[in-house]
């Protein structure tokens, strides 16, 4: 049993040693996928594309907002000289605005994080090519994209921001 954990030790102690050998020979970088796709010039175009794709909509459903908070203050300014049906009418009225505006709202947030995960998939598509340019110029064995912590002589994000920058003039 003695020669067995010995043994086993001994297996253990060899394989940290490999691993440490084979480490100092690695070469590992890191980026902040969170910098790419906030100061890439890429994902700024991006975010300029969907307001300008999405601002009417928005607007839209702002008037339509300020529309049912306008008609709910005038239905309690009117309320106390209305009929029982014409309040039940008015109620009713509001009612169905409201669930189209929340409608709308619903289908117009749904399209906006739709598109919005397309252009993060192209800025994503573009940085990962640009990672891989710099991992095989810079002879990287591997880039991590999210990591606890690292030192920042790993970090390589402003070079890869440098090239997607690059190619988007």
Known sequence: MNTLKSNWLLGLVLAVS?????AQDSRVGYINTQRITAESAPAKAAQVKLEQEFSKRQKDLADLQLSLKSYSEKFERDAPTLTESQRATRQKEFAEQSRDFQR???????????????????????ANKAVKQVAEAEKYDLVIQEAVYSNTKHDITEKVLKILNAGAK
């Open 18 to 22: 490999a691993a440490g050998a084979v």
């Open 104 to 126: 709308k709202q619903r289908e117009f947030q749904e399209d906006l994080n739709g598109r919005r995960n397309e252009e993060l998939q192209q800025v994503l598509d573009k």
